[in-house]
Each structure stands twice: as structure tokens, then as C-alpha cells.
């Protein structure tokens, strides 16, 4: 059975409110549930920011977390110079450049000529750098496939639909 995700809703909107499973959600019950959400959603981020504190250490004692979601974003190929990485991780300049610098310092993160354009430089993880992801992203994700894969892979499915239709 192939659910469609949920259209979003805003508070107090009940027009487009999905069903559960023995109806329609209305009113304050929909206003009970959409706080339960919030409040969920509010300690995952909390956890997700634990594990990037953790694996920031993991990398190195003094890297930020910030770092961490730098160095990651480069040591993935998703962003490769600054201007990506502010792109990326929606943050400003002066915070970006300090963690490349930071980054740079600890032998984490090289500038490199672009070779596409001799003008610009790109920013590529180092192999210390690659070793030390792999170990706190190795740990992260046991940490939560141990979780994940205690469910089916029917409620895997809507999840990612749900997360999918909520990211929207």
C-alpha cells in the first residue's frame, strides 16, 4: 500500500488536513497533535546536534560542530568552496571562513587551484580528514540504523514520504 504524503498544513488550516487512520483530525485535536510533532521534532534536532558535537570531537577535540558540517559537506563533494558551503549550510561568510581557516590549520582541509579556473580555489578534505569522517559517520550511522532497522520497511517507506512531504 503506497500512501501519498500529507499535504502541509498551517496552523489552524483544517482544509487540507490529511486523515488518520480512523478519520479526518479536526480542530483541537489537530492542534494537540501538530504540538506533539513540534515537540518531537525539537528533540531530534537536539540529538542531531549532540552527535554532531560528538563527531566533531571524534574528527578532532577542537572542532566545532559548525566544522564538522563543513568538513563533511567538502569531504562529500556537495560543497567545495566557500560561497557552496554558505550555500549548503544556509550560514554566513565570517562563520565559513573561520572553520576553512580552523579546518586548515588542524590538516583537515587543503585549498587547491581550480582547474577549471586558475582564479578560484577549492576546498578538498585531506586524507586525515577522510578517515576521521568515516569513523564519526561510521558510529553515527549504527547509532541509528541500530534504531531504524527495528522497523519495517513499510514504516521506512512512509517515513521518508513524510519527512519528504514535510521538507517541502
Known amino acids: 500500500m ?17 486523515e488518520a487512520a480512523g478519520g479526518a483530525i479536526e480542530g483541537s485535536e489537530l492542534d494537540q497533535a ?3 510533532v513540534e ?8 540529538r ?19 566544522g564538522y558540517q563543513v568538513l563533511t559537506s567538502i569531504a562529500t563533494g556537495k560543497a567545495t568552496s566557500a560561497g557552496a558551503i554558505i550555500e549548503r549550510l544556509q550560514t554566513d561568510k565570517s562563520a565559513v571562513s573561520r572553520q576553512v581557516r580552523q579546518l ?5 582541509v587543503e585549498s587547491v587551484p581550480d ?6 580555489r577549492l576546498l578538498v578534505a585531506t586524507e586525515l580528514a577522510q578517515e576521521r569522517v568515516s569513523i564519526a559517520r561510521a558510529r553515527y550511522e549504527g547509532r541509528i540504523g541500530e534504531r531504524l532497522r527495528t522497523w519495517s520497511a513499510a514504516d521506512l517507506e512512509h517515513f521518508v514520504e513524510l519527512l519528504g512531504a514535510l521538507g517541502r
Not at 503506497?2 to 490529511?18: I, K, L, Q
Not at 515537540?39 to 537536539?46: D, I
Not at 586548515?104 to 583537515?108: K, N, Q, T, V
Open 2 to 18: 503506497s500512501a501519498s504524503p500529507p499535504e502541509p498544513v498551517s496552523s489552524g488550516a483544517a482544509a487540507s488536513v490529511p
Open 104 to 108: 586548515e590549520e588542524l590538516g583537515l
Open 34 to 36: 501538530v504540538s506533539r
Open 39 to 46: 515537540h518531537e521534532l525539537g528533540r531530534l534536532f537536539a
Open 48 to 66: 542531531i546536534r549532540v552527535s554532531w558535537r560528538e563527531a566533531a570531537v571524534t574528527v578532532h577535540p577542537d572542532l566545532q560542530p559548525l
Open 115 to 120: 582547474p577549471d579556473d586558475r582564479r578560484a
